[in-house]
């Protein structure tokens, strides 16, 4: 990611924020997409006939809103209900010019009917990063180099909030101009011994008491 003319620049989200770097401005939340992850609620079948577990509850919405919020911008929650691909482009044409910055949360998985990926393949790169929770990652933009930068997040809430504290809070904050872009650190002393997965960085809960930390619940990506 850089810093161009005021606006977060992105090479690498379906809920869709689209951010507005100036204080002043806002972040528009879409919803747009599942995940393999996804399992709230029944299935369903896509256009080519294939099925698809539904899209989380817009309950999480406002947990990005507001993780948007806590970060220093403005947002806007637009949600979707349906995986169409049609439905999505036509949503994010309707808001991009009023968008610095837009972050979709997913359809990005490996499935036979992922809408983010179907509507962006030829703008967004889409990547398997080796983090758990939150693997499926994309970044590009809309509209050519110099359009509105776009960032496409897993689909599962737990996934999405780690992946925007890892890879968008910080640089958004840098972006507005925060001279301390990201979150104080410490060290502590674990108080236990944790194992995880092979090649991968997991995030893991945690309780801090004093100088030490222990963990604090299942890896699972399902529990908050």
Same mark, same amino acid.
């Given at each position: 990611?850089?810093?161009?003319?005021?606006?977060?620049?992105?090479?690498?989200?379906?809920?869709?924020?689209?951010?507005?770097? *100036?204080?002043? &401005?806002?972040? $528009?939340?879409? %919803?747009?997409?599942?995940? !393999?992850?996804?399992?709230?609620? #029944? =299935?369903g079948t896509g256009p080519s006939g294939g099925s698809w577990a539904k899209a989380p509850s817009f309950a999480s919405d406002p947990e990005r809103a507001a993780a948007v919020r806590?970060?220093?911008?403005?947002?806007?929650?637009?949600?979707?209900?349906?995986?169409?691909? *049609?439905?999505? &482009?036509?949503? $994010?044409?309707? %808001?991009?010019?009023?968008? !610095?910055?837009?972050?979709?949360? #997913? =359809?990005?998985?490996?499935?036979?009917?992922?809408?983010?990926?179907?509507?962006?393949?030829?703008?967004?790169?889409?990547?398997?990063?080796?983090?758990?929770?939150?693997?499926?990652?994309?970044?590009?933009?809309?509209?050519?180099?110099?359009?509105?930068?776009?960032i496409t997040l897993p689909g599962n809430p737990v996934s999405a909030l780690v992946s925007f504290e890892v890879f968008v809070r910080s640089p958004l904050r840098a972006a507005m101009?925060?001279?301390?872009?990201?979150?104080?650190?410490?060290?502590?002393?674990?108080?236990?011994?944790?194992?995880?997965?092979?090649?991968?960085?997991?995030?893991?809960?945690?309780?801090?008491?004093?100088?030490?930390?222990?963990?604090?619940?299942?890896?699972?990506?399902?529990?908050?």
């Open positions: 990611m850089e810093l161009a003319h005021g606006a977060l620049r992105s090479t690498r989200g379906a809920a869709v924020a689209i951010c507005r770097l *100036d204080l002043a &401005r806002s972040m $528009l939340l879409l %919803h747009g997409g599942h995940d !393999d992850d996804d399992h709230h609620g #029944g =299935g806590e970060a220093g911008a403005q947002a806007t929650i637009a949600p979707m209900s349906a995986d169409d691909v *049609d439905a999505f &482009r036509a949503a $994010l044409a309707a %808001h991009a010019t009023d968008a !610095d910055l837009i972050i979709t949360t #997913g =359809g990005v998985s490996a499935g036979a009917y992922e809408v983010v990926k179907d509507a962006l393949s030829d703008q967004v790169e889409f990547v398997k990063v080796a983090m758990q929770p939150g693997m499926p990652q994309g970044a590009g933009t809309l509209g050519g180099p110099d359009g509105v930068p776009i101009g925060h001279a301390e872009p990201g979150r104080p650190r410490r060290t502590a002393q674990l108080t236990e011994d944790l194992t995880s997965p092979r090649g991968k960085r997991q995030f893991r809960r945690g309780v801090l008491t004093g100088d030490s930390v222990s963990s604090y619940g299942p890896p699972a990506s399902h529990h908050l």
